[in-house]
């Protein structure tokens, strides 16, 4: 069956529009993104109607000439999919193209990391006036409270979510190792340093005095929350009141670039790759790839630093390359 691209393009918009309520943008990005695919098909001497897998794969391979964008790319072959799905289910051409065409592969972005210097200023400037007797108790406990929550982040590169549901039983743990269960049930051991351990201590013996006796209860960091504990958004929020009293950019400093933190400066320092994977409780090795670039800086330092015939090395070593 014949396919007018204009016809249908104009009724794949309004399908757009009154199932899903699109906005005017949207649909103008949507036009933009088709009328670019049958422009492309046209120079061809093809048409929507007639347009096979390969002429698909052969428009996206024209994008990438063009230096588009891979996140471009990838939203315009989102519009494509859905035309050529919305001229299918209407019957209007009896297959798909786009079906197993596969999409641009998009980088994953490197992480944001904190200097070890700056993890230092946070955790010091975090520690200020804990144990001011002066202060309000209120006051030094909800600075207990974020300092221990920082030290163990930093120390162990618990997952936020892992962090903020700790068991009170891990003010118990005995040893440099905490149990954790992480994503999908799967428990694993994390570094417990000692300032962490005394952190922890410092702020459950604030929370014992304000409550007057004991501290109950099933969480380490208990909350008037519907988990009762203390939520994600109030950690990342006190987590950046912490960083701009340390001088630090807030708006770059969150639960997760400590997690980063913690596995880049590991690495930095000798750790293995493997280890770090088991650490940060990742399934798969190659979800902690993404700090490759931490193993690559550190081996070309060690080149540079070692290799008998690096530029680097000594000038008035005789063996040194001229």
Do not use: C
């Not at 002066?134 to 929550?149: D, H, I, N, Y």
């Amino acid at each position: 069956m014949a396919v007018s691209f204009a016809a249908h393009l104009d009724a794949f918009l309004e399908s757009l529009s009154a199932e899903r309520g699109a906005a005017a943008n949207t649909l103008a990005a949507y036009r933009r993104d088709l009328d670019d695919y049958a422009g492309f098909l046209a120079g061809a001497g093809r048409d929507v109607g007639a347009a096979t897998t390969g002429d698909v794969r052969a428009w996206l391979a024209d994008l990438d000439t063009r230096g588009m964008a891979t996140t471009t790319a990838a939203r315009r072959l989102s519009a494509v999919r859905q035309f050529h799905k919305f001229l299918y289910a209407e019957g209007w051409r009896g297959d798909d193209p786009t079906v197993i065409v596969e999409g641009p592969r998009r980088g994953r972005a490197l992480p944001k990391v904190m200097s070890e210097a700056d993890v230092a200023r946070l955790l010091d400037v975090a520690a200020e006036g804990v144990d001011d007797a002066a202060r309000p108790l209120a006051e030094r406990l909800r600075a207990a409270r974020t300092l221990a929550l920082l030290e163990l982040l930093y120390a162990s590169g618990l997952r936020v979510s892992e962090l903020v549901a700790l068991p009170a039983a891990a003010a118990r743990a005995r040893g440099d190792m905490l149990a954790v269960r992480g994503k999908g049930g799967r428990e694993r051991l994390v570094p417990l340093s000692d300032p962490a351990r005394r952190a922890v201590e410092r702020y459950r013996a604030l929370l014992a005095e304000k409550q007057g006796g004991a501290v109950a209860g099933k969480w380490l960091f208990p909350a008037d929350s519907a988990s009762g504990h203390l939520t994600r958004q109030a950690f990342a929020r006190d987590l950046k009141d912490a960083a701009s009293a340390a001088g630090l950019p807030a708006a770059k400093i969150s639960p997760h670039v400590l997690r980063h933190a913690f596995a880049s400066h590991l690495l930095q320092n000798g750790a293995d790759l493997r280890v770090v994977q088991e650490l940060l409780g990742h399934a798969d090795v190659a979800t902690t790839q993404i700090y490759t670039h931490v193993l690559d800086e550190r081996v070309k330092a060690m080149v540079r630093d070692l290799h008998p015939m690096s530029d680097e090395t000594d000038p008035s070593d005789p063996t040194r390359r001229r």
